[in-house]
């Protein structure tokens, strides 16, 4: 996804053309507007990935891979070679070495946005079958400082899976916002929450019962601060 992003088919940029129909049409559309990195060093690689395909699938892998940000893999060639060999795989399996066309204006003919056209691609070929279960990972880092300077790291980590369908299960998704949402409306009718119009998630007397009885669901975060370890070795 990050690849994707660097290319910008997560842009809400207007699809240009109305002759822009095919996966490999919407790539090309952005490679206009997006730079080729710096010589990355890794030329070998990507002509490996390009052998034996057509060639105008040769240039593609070609002018998506040189505007992908590699810069945080640090130069790790076994690292930048899996990336590159997964982006391959991904634009084979989303259709972007085929003639497929997909819709990129809406009923009234305006056009699309990047990211509408990309995110209807992936619905289609990443629907979830009846025995599919949905994963969810999400990991916040942050680097916390008190008023005496000390500085520790802390994280919170929540890694879960949800049921299928045919299992006559709920999705992870489905019950992380819904019971959110549903815990959140209750409080609001009766009138625990009293704060008015469209709010950030930064209000105690809001988060923390919603949290608090997202856990009596099984729906947390795991906590792991620096400093509780710092405190132990003292």
């Known amino acids: 996804m990050s690849a994707f992003h660097d290319i910008g088919l997560t842009s809400d ?24 990195k710096p ?22 892998i070609e002018e998506f891979l040189n505007r992908v940000d590699i810069s945080y893999m640090n130069g790790d060639k076994p690292v930048v070679e899996e990336a590159f060999s997964r982006i391959v795989k991904s634009l084979e399996f989303l259709g972007f070495f085929d003639n497929e066309k997909h819709r990129t204006s809406d009923g ?8 509408d056209v990309f995110g209807n691609a992936m619905a289609q070929k990443m629907t979830h079958g009846e025995d599919d279960r949905d994963l969810v990972v999400m990991r916040h880092n942050f680097v916390l400082q008190d008023k005496d300077g000390r500085r520790w790291k802390h994280t919170s980590t929540l890694i879960d899976s949800g049921q299928s369908f045919r299992s006559g299960g709920q999705s992870l998704m489905s019950k992380t916002v819904g019971i959110t949402t549903a815990i959140g409306t209750r409080m609001i009718l009766e009138g625990k929450i009293q704060r008015k119009g469209v709010l950030s998630p930064i209000y105690k007397d809001v988060y923390e019962p919603i949290m608090k009885e997202l856990e009596r669901f099984g729906i ?7 400093r509780n370890d710092l405190k132990e070795k003292k």
Request: glycine residues 4%; charged residues 35%.
């Open 13 to 36: 940029d207007k699809v240009p053309h109305s002759d822009v129909l095919t996966m490999r049409q919407l790539a090309i559309a952005r490679f206009a507007k997006v730079p080729r």
């Open 108 to 115: 009234k003919g305006e056009p699309l946005s990047f990211i």
């Open 220 to 226: 947390a975060m795991i906590e792991d601060s620096e």
């Open 39 to 60: 010589d990355n060093g890794h030329a070998h690689v990507i002509k490996a990935l390009c052998e034996g395909r057509e060639k105008d699938d040769q240039l593609l």
